[in-house]
């Protein structure tokens, strides 16, 4: 797997995006493929995360598309919302059902860092809201069994 961080383009081919809401600022996505542990399973996943800031100095860093950085892209998962102000967009969801994952109720929210230090570790929270997901995926195959049987 991946131990570096590449520096990814925008569909426009682009290295830096442009925020919508202010052109003074911007971001560069950078991911990493790296195996992942949780609740006891092992995943070779790829990560991303993206690095903020104004639209001069990250035009000035001069990443180009596919640029290794020595680095890694750290996962912090914590039960307080990043943004108070929108909170939803950081939750931790279980795969494609749509279910928050949550600790005893409450959600657990999931950002990913870009970090220069190779050994900072992942932060990560179990959530115990499992019956729930399974009976969710339960209900997805059922769907998808039904869908197929149709055709």
Known sequence: MNKSVKVTANE???VVSISKNN???GYIRVAQT???????WARKRTLSALVSGTTKDLQDLGFTPGMNLPGKIQ????LEAFNPDSPEKDYKVAGETGIICCVDGQPIYRKTFFVED???QDTLI????TDDIKAKYAEMEAAKASEEANL
């Open 34 to 40: 790296r195996a992942v542990f949780e609740n006891g």
């Open 118 to 120: 190779e050994s900072v």
């Open 126 to 129: 179990s959530h115990n809201n």
């Open 75 to 78: 996962v912090v998962e914590q």
């Open 23 to 25: 052109p003074e600022y």
């Open 12 to 14: 426009a081919g682009q």
